[in-house]
C-alpha cells in the first residue's frame, strides 16, 4: 500500500515538473532577483508588457526598473535602465521562459538560476492592484521628477521634488489624456 502511494506521488511530481518545463511567456512575477531592503514586506520583479517593475509589498510606489525583448537565439533580454544622464542601458539577464519556472542567465558572470513564476495572489496580488508604477528620470542639478503610471500601466501624472524635499505634482491625465 505505501509503495503504490509513493508511486503515485512520484508519477505525479513528474506530471508537475513536466507541465512546469513546458514553453511559456517570460511575463510573470518572480523573486530572488531583486535588490530587497530591510522592511517586513516582500520584494518581487513584474515582468509584463515589455517592462521590468520592482515592487516591494511594504512601501508603494513600484518602480520601472528595465525592460525586456525578445533575442534571435529564441531567449529574452533583460534591460536594466541608466539611472543618471547619458547613461546607456545595461544589458543583466538573458531569461530562457518555460510555464512555470524561467532560467536567467546573467549577462556578465554567466551565473544561471532557476526562479518559479509567482501567483499574482496574496501579498504580491495586492502590490499589483494597488499600488502605482514610478518612472523616475534621471536627475537634472538638484531636481528630480517621475512619471507615475496606474496599475495597468496607463500615464497618471508627472511629479517633481527639489533636493530632499516633497514630490509635488506637476501635471495630471483627466480621463486618461494628459493635460
Known amino acids: 500500500m505505501l509503495r503504490r502511494i509513493l508511486l503515485v506521488l512520484l508519477l505525479l511530481a513528474v506530471v508537475f515538473?513536466?507541465?512546469?518545463?513546458?514553453?511559456?511567456?517570460?511575463?510573470?512575477?518572480y523573486r530572488g532577483l531583486e535588490s530587497s531592503c530591510g522592511c517586513d514586506g516582500i520584494s518581487f520583479l513584474n515582468l509584463r508588457q515589455g517592462q521590468m517593475i520592482q515592487y516591494y509589498s511594504a512601501h508603494p510606489p513600484a518602480s520601472f526598473m528595465g525592460r525586456y525583448q525578445n533575442s534571435p537565439d529564441g531567449g529574452v533580454e533583460v534591460w536594466l535602465t541608466g539611472w543618471r544622464e547619458a547613461q546607456p542601458e545595461k544589458l543583466i539577464f538573458k531569461a530562457y521562459p518555460r510555464?512555470?519556472?524561467t532560467q536567467f542567465v546573467g549577462a556578465e558572470d554567466g551565473q544561471k538560476s532557476w526562479c518559479w513564476k509567482w501567483p499574482s495572489i496574496g501579498r504580491i496580488g495586492e502590490?499589483?492592484?494597488l499600488q502605482e508604477?514610478?518612472?523616475?528620470?534621471?536627475?537634472?542639478?538638484n531636481i528630480s521628477s517621475r512619471d507615475i503610471y496606474d496599475r495597468n500601466l496607463k500615464w497618471i501624472r508627472h511629479e517633481t521634488k527639489i533636493g530632499k524635499g516633497k514630490w509635488m505634482e506637476r501635471?495630471?491625465?483627466i480621463h486618461g489624456e494628459a493635460h
Open 99 to 101: 510555464f512555470l519556472i
Open 17 to 29: 515538473l513536466g507541465i512546469a518545463f513546458l514553453p511559456g511567456s517570460v511575463e510573470g512575477n
Open 171 to 173: 501635471a495630471k491625465a
Open 127 to 129: 502590490a499589483l492592484q
Open 133 to 141: 508604477v514610478s518612472e523616475v528620470h534621471p536627475r537634472k542639478e
